[in-house]
């Protein structure tokens, strides 16, 4: 056990809470709130994300008092408190006195104060100034009965996560010189001899900010880096007094899910305890799938590890165009839901929903018309029915498959210049997903750099930027016996935005056995059909493969590529490698998927699952436990693999077999 | 009678005319134009609204002897000039020597000279020097015989609404702390604990200019409130000049319909006349009730006076994207429309068809091709039928049902972060106003603080934001025997636009008998069915309904809140209040509000009357003068309720009954 | 012959080649670039376009030596230099020093290096570095034996079409006062009597930057021609030195097609050879259409003598969204088309595929692949077609058939504030050429100025902007015996862009016969039948027409104009004039067209062509060529008109038919 393992989630319950505001609120309000989070079941609020601004009302003044208050009242009721450093947002004053620290767009426009997070990442009067405050913070409240955990900032990059300023170009040009170490080495890995970029110093270069026409790729992907390391840096500057004060604390800060700018494999290594905010989508029939792929990314970026659902709504959120509430079981189902992935805590945004201000139309677990509501209901019933299961906490999930994603390939990918911009990287991501998922085959998501070698099969959906060292360890890994899965534009340029010569996709050549002649993307609405082993119709991409040692398991049936190769395998050392180059639709997907898994000997927790139930494993000291979750809307009857026990029923008989309704959860043992 | 009134539009005809830009053309076609004047009847013109260019052409050096010698002309031919005070637009020269005149976008982009309106409404610069032009302007036509009534600036804030620059930030602080008093007052109002907002002084406050996110709700809502004001105060300060120097004259000035950034009832106090311009969409099936409900607004913030249609088309505008000119007789039909809605003058953009410049393909009297045109003969013939009847000016409509909208309310409901972004200010109001319309029912459409004791039924279609107070009017309006019709998200805000605590909407659950537990906005094409006495479907919005009182007068029919609530109607005090929890289809609509005004005996000018027919009434010294416009496309055959003179027919009989062929129009008195 | 004449293309074949950026690549690759050159049969290189920032890495400091190197080898290889003056893109060091000579939007937005083409088309910064390495440049390559042919700059206006900022507002002021001597002629000029607009010093004037709503026309429109003006200064500042050292030499730059900032007939004066690039849309069956339209108008704006297809893909670009390969075939048929339309040189983008960079994914002869792909067999295929007919040099088209297309008539056109937005240049430009394309009848596509007295018929679509002096000439050419097609909205406006008074189209009322008395734009989706000699069915437009000696070909059917006439032809002078007032679908266009050439004796190439198959003749001192090229996807019987030798195929015998395979290419000669 690491050091770092000693500060995890330090927990023999799963964690329930929320976002915590009084100061929304005057404080005759919080006695209520304290007695009604003993009603609800809540352990754990996060608290002080938006305090800056009353806790330094000018600049240098602290008012801690009241907050000392709301500190107290909730070690009194035994409410464990991750306390945020109330750095997220800086309040008018810093601005006013330092217009320079607000961010700036590619288009030169400033973002103002007046809704949050206006700093520039880069910023070292932000920095200075958000330091200054968590050293006071974090010696006041060190040694707090109700400090549990930190939590520094708040969904860092949600809505600065790329500045184009002065004092950004000048970060950028430090973060290049000190990744490049001379300009020539900058002018190789840019490829400035085209369209005469040569730079001549380093204080020629310039953040990407609007040009007349498309930007050097490889400048576009450095920014993204560099962007993402701004924020990281923000992050650390805290961590490093936090860790000084109080080293036995763990550290979190919470991620988005599928969020661009942010990389939480690169973050992870900084962070004790991974942390999420999840807003399913109601009116999307798969929004339970696009959470599960962000809890697998979560869990894996912590190498497994329990996990906190820091944030979730108990129903309607209010920043989409239409806001649908959560229909009735449906947040319970989610919420479990994550809990089956790994988390050992689920919270929400947030406690008491505000009476004003930009979010006053969220939902919250007191909602404005108060406590007699479904809302309170239904979220006063979860935190019973997580109370009642205890032993889950601390026990991991433990998947034979794992899916490779890079952020730095998604930087890549999603730029202009390329052979089609049909290629999204969460969709592709979600389509070989999915058919892993509904087949009840529990998935890692990992970066290139893991060790693939305990995986039955590796899945690599479009990783278009990939370093030779990551072609080879695919290699190797099939060669030692693995089973790959690779989907056309994977492994085409390196990291610096090059393409790999020598035919694409050069340096997986050899473990796929074929080369891609020429790319051949197809128009919008376009299809073209396959035949052969598996019938199938593909859209947005197809290429002409030509074959060095594969064996095609499907070719075009039609256009341009008729009879030429569109899915491929090749037996290579021990193990299996596949290729396909087009784009399946889902049911031929899961059809392919479930052959290629099958090969793999890659097994689903349960056989036959019936469509939209997901099945789960979790295993630890207290045991084995297995979820079941119907996310369809009809019931779901499950033959068990083993007599089980039903922790949340109220028999307690073994069971065979499981009658799940709609939106049914069963969490079980055995 | 008030010193006001007395500055009625004084006439004893329905005026006629047009904007008059002569400047536009060498000398000797003014003669001409007076002579086509005169054939085509007109007997009003407005002049000067963009003259500022060449009376001073040069800061302080004026030359008016060229608008001497129009005006001179005028005065001859016996025609009317509604004078302009000539600062619509500033010249080149005003912004050359004062750049910082200049309005600036959210995004700090600054709107430059080179098409109209290029001034920040806060600019000290611009009004002093348009005041300066105002006094020597109304010294020097004081006297002029041919001078009738003042119209300030032309169609305030149509391309300057709103502008962000340091001037306007500066003039908002000042219009804050006259509002507000104190920083803390500020901070309560604005609800600034929430992400870290809170104001140390007023100096830290800014427009709300482009955001990192969703800005603060309040302070996007009073810098609406703000901007408003700062036109309002350009046209105040002109104002004050002409009322010392010609405290005779009626003051006015053209508000444009539906205009969201200019609220017609917080400038009305200060218009002596009400004026109105309004541009028909040939191509729109449903202009004539757009048009209806807009000069319904005009009438009503005049508390019913005669008023002014000061712009319309003769035939096709240029500034959609596609222009159709008004088909054979809509014109004339849409020029009676708003006389049978209380006009006493119809005027139109522009006298005669500009040659260059952006308007150049917008209609005018007289087009390009001359008077040998179907457009010359068709103004030419509307102004011998307006002479005709004289009787009708001053006469008054005195509709038994009103509706209430609030520009405030409008800028609080169309900001983001709200439960849906589906609702629309104006398409809700029309969605209300129609029906009434299509039943021959017509309707006043009045701010919250008018007096509703003389209406049968008020009608309050989703007014978001709305004072206790208000609330408290419309429960005592109730109470005393009126019929109230609420329709969803309605009374929701206060002032400062935080939520009613208690349950939506909080104060006017008792009137409704009801609460609101969620909202629950629908999808994007989602519907869901209403069963009950009314037979409907609904989309874009629904709710969860808990009756206090109230009975279901039709409950949801699937969806998750199938056999809920979703209209009802409450018996309170003497009267009734309905309540409808979501956006029914316009069949559905007409039949209901034909049972809501039948309950509330708000009766029809004419019952039965045949679709697309119009039926107004105005009345007054003269007589009662019942209004026929056939919208349709086929012949109508109308019963009248009494025997009636036709003004515009050539029969002298008393009419029992009408045929009335599409886009005709009869006035008949009785 | 004339001195420009003899700069002409100097060539005895086909020229066959490519883009070359040798400095993308390390010297060892030019060896091996050298010889894949002759493998793939290329003739003539066009280098050095984006080396400025290699040859003067410093201000001032040259570094020529590599490419020396670089010209050196491709004497050796007899392959011609199109040598480009290497300005098309300064390096980052010139905006660093000079950040005022970057180019600026409309929006006050910066356009930042990083791409390409960041400078200000006025910038003297720009002008003055590049006119010194052109000179540096000239003087050392003046008497290179690979020498060919002067490539100045590149694109002109792709990325930097107009720029707004202050140093352009100063030159725009200049040129303002050139054309117009005074600021009262600018002020008529520009209707400035409108919105009081009036200048009263040049030095107010401004570019038309973000306004508050719709532009003045006029300004609008100088400033496309200045701008065009700009750009064209750029080129001619460099051509002045480039004539002085190497007067012997033919200058060009490549022009995009249909690109409405830069007129190429304005151009075409200073330029001894027009060269076009034209990048074909794989997924537009029509786009060889397009293609076609921009061979005609690059051939005109030269008068008929051979040009360049400086760039095409050799299969995919990179630019669009999707961005689908040429399709097997389609690559050789496309370079063949050019020929067929003149063209006496066929280059590509470019030789090598880049391996980074915005283009790394634009195909390339030699691709990232290598030489064992399809696009190197397909290229190196058509080099040796290509070397097989060097008699066809020097031949020129000579079509029967001129369309009137005006660049300043397309920036006033597509201006808001007109009676439609539905109209667009190119769109209408092509609609009236494809049915003659279709048709087999070859067209010029020329200025207004040209001399039309040669031509059988004269097509003018929307020629909105035509002075008196044009409409003359139009009126003289069909008295004199022409035969004139005129579409609707034509002959409006005049150079100013104020309209022509006195009935549209005033100027062209007596050519035509009839008058315009109002415009009737119809609306989106909405269509008009047409009855009469023709059956259709119109859209976009439609408009009333009063008959002035024009006799109706069809009038319309339905709708508010039926009755009306819709189709005219007038017998004038010697000639006939046809109208039409609406726009027409294809179907029926193509049997209009056909009837007016038929009345014109306009005769085709080829009667009867087969559907998809494009004819064309080139005569010269060697014979006359007959080109036939099948655009269709099934095999074309072909029943020639004189028994021909085929060039292209096997066999020595004369054809009197041909069976032309989809995709396929003849060159006859007989």
């Not at 082993?533 to 030509?546: L, V």
Request: proline share 7%.
């Amino acid at each position: 056990m690491t050091a770092g393992d000693m500060r995890n989630l330090r927990t023999t319950r799963i964690h329930f809470g929320a976002d915590y505001n009084p100061e929304h609120w005057p404080e005759e309000v919080w006695t209520e709130d304290i007695r009604l989070m003993k009603e609800a079941g809540v352990t754990m609020v996060t608290a002080g994300i938006f305090s800056w601004g009353l806790v330094e009302s000018r600049p240098g003044e602290y008012d801690f008092g009241w907050f000392d208050r709301v500190m107290d009242h909730l070690a009194e009721a035994g409410i464990r408190v991750c306390l945020a450093t109330m750095t997220a947002s800086p309040p008018p004053w810093l601005s006013e006195r330092h217009p320079e620290s607000l961010p700036v767009g590619a288009d030169g426009v400033t973002k103002w104060p007046g809704s949050r997070q206006h700093y520039c990442p880069s910023s070292p009067v932000y920095r200075t100034h958000a330091v200054r405050l968590v050293e006071r913070l974090a010696t006041r409240y060190a040694e707090h009965p109700a400090l549990d955990t930190w939590h520094i900032g708040n969904e860092y990059g949600c809505s600065n996560p790329v500045c184009y300023c002065e004092v950004s170009a000048e970060d950028f040009r430090r973060w290049l010189r000190e990744r490049y170490g001379t300009v020539e080495a900058l002018n190789t890995a840019w490829s400035t001899t085209f369209w005469s970029q040569r730079y001549d110093t380093f204080a020629q270069v310039l953040p990407p900010r609007t040009t007349p026409t498309h930007p050097n790729p490889a400048q576009v992907l450095d920014y993204a880096r560099f962007s993402d390391d701004a924020l990281l840096q923000c992050y650390l500057a805290e961590k490093e007094v936090l860790r000084r004060i109080t080293p036995e604390l763990p550290i979190t800060t919470n991620h988005m899910p599928h969020h661009k700018p942010v990389d939480p494999f690169a973050w992870a290594p900084h962070e004790d305890v991974q942390s999420l905010d999840f807003y399913q989508e109601p009116f999307d029939a798969g929004t339970h799938i696009d959470a599960a792929a962000a809890f697998d990314v979560t869990r894996s970026a912590g190498h497994g590890r329990p996990w906190m659902l820091m944030e979730q709504a108990p129903s309607a959120v209010n920043w989409r165009a239409r806001n649908g509430p959560k229909p009735f079981g449906k947040m319970r189902l989610w919420s479990w839901q994550a809990v089956a992935q790994g988390a050992d805590a689920v919270l929400y945004f947030q406690w008491r929903q505000s009476r004003g201000g930009a979010e006053k139309f969220h939902s919250a677990m007191v909602p404005h018309g108060g406590t007699d509501t479904r809302i309170f209901r239904e979220v006063s019933e979860l935190g019973r029915e997580l109370a009642a299961v205890p032993q889950i906490a601390g026990s991991r999930p433990a998947p034979g498959v794992a899916l490779v994603v890079d952020w730095n390939s998604w930087w890549a990918l999603e730029q202009g210049s390329h052979p089609t911009s049909a290629l999204s990287h969460k969709e592709t991501l979600l389509r070989h997903y999915a058919p892993l998922f509904e087949a009840g085959v529990p998935c890692d998501v990992v970066p290139p750099d893991r060790d693939l070698s305990g995986y039955k099969l590796v899945v690599v959906p479009n990783l278009y930027l990939m370093s030779e060292a990551t072609a080879d360890r695919l290699t190797a890994y099939v060669r030692g016996g693995g089973h790959l899965f690779v989907s056309y534009f994977t492994g085409i340029s390196d990291d610096c935005d090059r393409v790999h010569l020598g035919g694409y996709p050069a340096p997986l050549r050899e473990v796929l056995g074929l080369r891609v002649e020429e790319f051949w993307p197809l128009d919008e609405g376009q299809r073209v059909s396959l035949r052969g082993e598996i019938t199938a119709s593909g859209d947005s991409w197809s290429e002409a493969i030509d074959l060095e040692g594969a064996a095609t398991v499907a070719e075009f049936g039609d256009g341009e590529l008729a009879g030429r190769p569109a899915l491929t395998r090749h037996t290579y050392g021990d193990g299996v490698a596949w290729y396909a180059g087009t784009r399946l639709e889902p049911t031929a997907m899961r059809a392919l998927m479930d052959r290629v898994r099958g090969d793999a000997g890659a097994a689903p927790v349960i056989e036959g699952l019936p469509a939209g139930v997901q099945a789960t494993v979790r295993e630890g000291a207290a045991g084995r436990f297995l979820f079941l979750l119907n996310h369809g809307e009809t019931t779901a009857e499950i033959a068990l693999p083993h007599p089980c026990h039903d922790l949340l029923g109220s028999t307690p008989e073994q069971l065979t077999s499981l009658t799940l309704p709609a939106r049914g959860v069963a969490v079980l043992q055995h």
